[in-house]
C-alpha cells in the first residue's frame, strides 16, 4: 500500500536529514484475542521548528505513537514494521541504555495530565535543575542558574515563585513548569500528549498559547496529540487524523480544518463548525470502532461513513487534494467534491 510521505519537504534530500522520519510504521499489542494492530502503515515526517498534530477519537493509536517516539512501549507492544529515524539514526533499534541518552535530552514529552507528576515535597526550581543535571551533570553552577532563568522566563513564571513548592502553583502554574522540565535539556523534540485535558478551558487556552509561543521561540519540532480537533488546529501547523490505527486525511491547519474531506473529519468537525457549513454535510451515526486485531486492508471507516457505496471489500488508497493535502478513501469522488452534495 502506497503511505503519504510530504514530497514538498523530502524533495532533492536524502531520508536522513529530517528532524522525524516515521516510515510504515506499524505497531501491534499482544493480546489474548490475537495481536491487535494499534498503528497501521503510519508515515509523516517533521522539520526543526515544525508542529504536526495527531488527533482522533479515543483509542485510534495517538498514544501509542507518542510512546514509541519515546521508546517507552509496554512490555506487550511489538513494532511490528517500519522505521521511526530520529536526526538520521533509527530509534526502533536503540537499547534502553542508548534510550537514555536521548529521552529527556533530545526528545521530551509532556504527558497526559503531567502536572501530577511534581514531587509534592521538592521545591519546583530542584525538579527541574535536577532534569537538567541528569543530562549535564558537568554544567557549572553559573550556566545552570543562566539555564533556570531562562527557563522560568520562557514560561512566564515570575523569578521569584522558582523555590516554590508544587502545592503553591496553580494547575496552570503546575503545567507550565512542567512545560520548562521538558525544555531543561534544549531538546530537539518535543512530544505532548493531551498536555492540556486536566485543566479548565480557560486555563487550557493559555497553556496552549504558552506551548506554540515556546516552540515557535525555540525552534523545537512538535508532535502534538489530542482528541480534540479544534485544539490541535489552534497549536499545529500540520495535522493527521486518525481512525482505527491509520491516518485518514493530512495537510495544513487550513486544508483540514476549513476543508475537510474524508468523511471521518468532517464528523470529527461536526461540532465545531456552525449550521450553515454543516447543510452540505452528511454526518453519520458513529458505530463502535472496527476490531483491529482482525488484519484487512479493507476500509475501516467505512462501517460509519455515510458516503460509502461500493466500498465494501475494496482498499482505500492516497487520494491528492493538494500537494500538502491527502485523504485516505475507496472514493475519490467524495474526497475531490469536499463538501459538496451528492
Ligand atoms: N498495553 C496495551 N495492551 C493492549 N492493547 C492496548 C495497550 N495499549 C493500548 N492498547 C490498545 O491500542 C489501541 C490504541 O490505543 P492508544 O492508547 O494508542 O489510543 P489513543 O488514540 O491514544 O487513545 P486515548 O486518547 O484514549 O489515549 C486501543 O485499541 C487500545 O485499547
Not at 504527558?111 to 501530577?116: H, L, P, S, V, Y
Not at 482482525?294 to 488508497?317: K, L, V
Request: charged share 25%.
Amino acid at each position: 500500500m502506497r503511505c503519504w510521505i510530504p514530497v514538498c519537504e523530502r524533495r532533492g534530500r536524502p531520508d536522513n536529514m529530517s528532524l522525524l522520519s516515521v516510515d510504515h510504521l506499524s505497531i501491534g499489542y499482544q493480546t489474548k484475542k490475537g495481536m491487535l494492530k494499534a498503528v497501521d502503515n503510519i508515515c509523516f515526517d517533521l522539520e526543526k521548528g515544525q508542529s504536526l498534530g495527531f488527533v482522533g477519537e479515543s483509542g485510534c493509536g495517538k498514544t501509542t505513537i507518542g510512546m514509541a517516539l519515546m521508546g517507552l512501549l509496554p512490555e506487550n507492544a511489538v513494532i511490528l514494521d517500519g522505521h521511526i529515524r530520529f536526526q538520521g539514526n533509527d530509534l526502533a533499534s536503540l537499547t534502553e541504555t542508548q534510550w537514555q541518552t536521548v529521552r529527556g535530552a533530545k526528545i521530551a514529552m509532556i504527558f497526559q495530565a503531567a502536572m501530577n507528576a511534581l514531587n509534592p515535597v521538592m521545591p519546583v526550581n530542584e525538579q527541574i535543575k535536577e532534569a537538567i543535571i541528569t543530562h549535564q551533570p558537568d554544567i557549572s553552577k553559573t550556566d545552570l542558574a543562566d539555564r533556570m532563568k531562562q527557563l522560568f522566563d520562557l514560561v512566564d513564571i515570575p523569578a521569584r515563585r522558582m523555590t516554590d513548592y508544587p502545592h503553591e502553583y496553580s494547575g496552570g502554574m503546575k503545567q507550565r513548569a512542567i512545560i520548562a522540565m521538558a525544555l531543561a535539556c534544549d531538546p530537539a523534540l518535543i512530544i505532548a500528549d493531551e498536555p492540556t485535558t486536566a485543566l479548565d478551558v480557560i486555563v487550557q487556552d493559555q497553556i496552549l498559547k504558552e506551548i506554540k509561543k515556546v516552540q515557535e521561540q525555540t525552534r523545537t519540532g512538535l508532535v502534538f496529540i489530542s482528541h480534540d480537533i479544534a485544539v490541535v488546529a489552534s497549536v499545529c501547523e500540520r495535522i493527521c487524523v486518525m481512525y482505527a490505527g491509520q491516518i485518514v486525511e493530512t495537510g495544513t491547519r487550513k486544508e483540514v480544518f476549513k476543508s475537510p474531506r474524508h468523511p471521518y473529519t468532517r464528523t470529527l468537525l461536526n461540532s465545531y463548525l456552525s449550521l450553515d457549513n454543516l447543510n452540505d454535510i452528511r454526518v453519520p451515526e458513529m458505530k463502535e470502532s472496527p476490531d483491529q486485531t482482525i488484519d484487512t486492508d479493507e476500509c475501516r471507516f467505512a462501517g460509519s461513513c455515510a458516503y460509502a457505496s461500493g466500498c465494501a471489500g475494496r482498499s482505500p488508497d492516497w487520494i491528492d487534494i493538494s500537494p500538502t493535502h491527502k485523504a485516505f478513501c475507496c472514493n475519490p469522488d467524495v474526497i475531490r467534491r469536499g463538501h459538496g452534495k451528492s
